[in-house]
């Protein structure tokens, strides 16, 4: 009887723990419990789901028009090989297009949320990345995500997009408090710190993504956060001489570059050509500056990471997921 008990323990232990080890060993060998990327139609070849253990992607877009509908989307049935959940990005360009849609007063909120739901019948979830409101519609804006949030249903997951912050704004259409309530997981676009118009400088310093991680944590519970890394770069130049020119602006331009030759065509108007030294500064991430992102979430105890977006990265940064 005392061998026929320890058996049934034995047995029950193998049965109850054994499952648990060996997905907190699958967890481990990810390092996140989730990893979501996006991914645009067409770029198949840029995407191997044996070797990008991608546990949500992100089919990028939908596209909002002035009617309420969506006038294109990807079709969820391709890359047959994916066995994770796939998400239907919608996104709304402009700020005009985007208060026309979301202030109820016009009539579209309502016709975009079903057209939505329709769009996304395949999907398992449905991402807003709306970037442009006016902050005069934060609350029009609040009201659109819990309809659409509504009429998705329990079974969608519903996430949306929202800007990098380290500390709370006195107004702010993308307050992550007041988004919470409406969103399965919040997507933190945690880039873009330097960007084509600002000085030259990393996407994103990895300290102020700390921060922005840091404060997102003070705010959000940690299982709806997911914290965004770029897989882009920018180049910078110290001079731009393609842009239209004041006629004085062309005077100075030739006087620092010793033009002393203006050619005019058969009409009389004048041109001219001049060659000059630029400086060009180049920010990026690589294999090693993405493990570092991804070493400093790990210990901020970041549980969900994405990426945008796939094709744009150093490719062997995915064996980071299997070591």
């Given at each position: 009887?005392n061998?026929i008990?320890?058996?049934v323990?034995?047995l029950?232990?193998?049965s109850v723990?054994?499952p648990?080890?060996?997905?907190?060993?699958?967890?481990?060998?990810?390092?996140?419990?989730?990893?979501w990327?996006?991914?645009l139609?067409?770029n198949?070849?840029?995407?191997?789901p044996?070797?990008?253990?991608?546990?949500?992607?992100?089919?990028?877009?939908?596209d909002?028009?002035?009617y309420?509908?969506?006038?294109?989307?990807p079709?969820?049935?391709?890359l047959?090989?994916?066995?994770?959940?796939?998400?239907?990005v919608?996104?709304?360009e402009g700020?005009?297009l985007?208060h026309?849609?979301?202030?109820?007063?016009?009539?579209v909120?309502?016709?975009?949320?079903?057209?939505?739901v329709?769009?996304?019948?395949?999907f398992?979830?449905?991402?807003?990345?709306?970037?442009n409101?006016?902050?005069r519609d934060?609350?029009n804006?609040?009201?659109?995500?819990?309809?659409?949030?509504?009429?998705?249903?329990?079974?969608?997951?519903?996430?949306?997009?929202?800007?990098?912050?380290?500390k709370?704004?006195?107004?702010?259409?993308?307050?992550?408090?007041?988004i919470?309530?409406?969103?399965?997981?919040?997507?933190?676009?945690?880039?873009?710190?330097?960007?084509s118009?600002?000085?030259p400088?990393?996407?994103?310093?990895?300290?102020?993504?700390?921060?922005?991680?840091?404060?997102?944590k003070?705010?959000?519970?940690?299982?709806k956060?997911?914290?965004?890394?770029p897989?882009?770069?920018?180049?910078?130049?110290?001079?731009?001489?393609?842009k239209?020119w004041?006629?004085?602006g062309?005077k100075?331009?030739q006087?620092?570059?010793?033009?002393?030759?203006?050619d005019r065509?058969?009409?009389?108007?004048?041109?001219?050509k001049?060659?000059?030294?630029?400086?060009?500064?180049?920010?990026?991430d690589?294999?090693v500056?993405?493990?570092a992102?991804?070493?400093?979430?790990?210990k901020?105890e970041?549980?969900?990471?994405?990426f945008?977006?796939?094709?744009?990265?150093?490719t062997?940064?995915w064996?980071?997921f299997?070591?």
């Open positions: 009887m061998k008990r320890r058996l323990s034995l029950t232990f193998v723990f054994l648990l080890v060996s997905q907190e060993s699958a967890v481990e060998n990810r390092h996140f419990e989730e990893i990327a996006y991914y139609p067409g198949s070849d840029s995407f191997n044996e070797k990008m253990p991608v546990t949500d992607l992100c089919f990028f877009s939908g909002v028009n002035c309420g509908e969506i006038s294109y989307f079709s969820a049935d391709i047959p090989d994916y066995k994770g959940r796939r998400h239907l919608i996104t709304c700020r005009s985007s026309f849609v979301v202030d109820p007063d016009y009539g909120s309502k016709k975009l949320i079903k057209s939505i329709k769009a996304s019948v395949n398992d979830g449905v991402q807003i990345d709306f970037e409101i006016p902050q934060a609350q804006f609040l009201k659109f995500l819990k309809d659409l949030k509504k009429s998705l249903g329990k079974k969608k997951m519903f996430s949306v997009c929202v800007p990098a912050r380290n709370k704004l006195t107004e702010d259409v993308y307050d992550y408090a007041s919470e309530p409406y969103a399965d997981r919040i997507f933190i676009m945690a880039y873009d710190q330097h960007w118009t600002s000085v400088g990393a996407i994103a310093e990895i300290p102020w993504a700390n921060k922005i991680a840091e404060y997102a003070s705010i959000l519970p940690a299982e956060i997911i914290m965004g890394m897989f882009y770069g920018r180049t910078w130049v110290n001079e731009n001489y393609a239209a004041l006629f004085s062309i100075r331009i006087r620092e570059n010793k033009v002393d030759k203006v065509d058969a009409n009389g108007i004048p041109h001219f001049f060659k000059t030294t630029i400086t060009v500064t180049g920010w990026y690589d294999d500056s993405l493990r992102r991804m070493d400093s979430f790990k901020l970041v549980k969900k990471i994405g945008w977006r796939i094709g744009q990265e150093d062997d940064f064996k980071y299997f070591e």
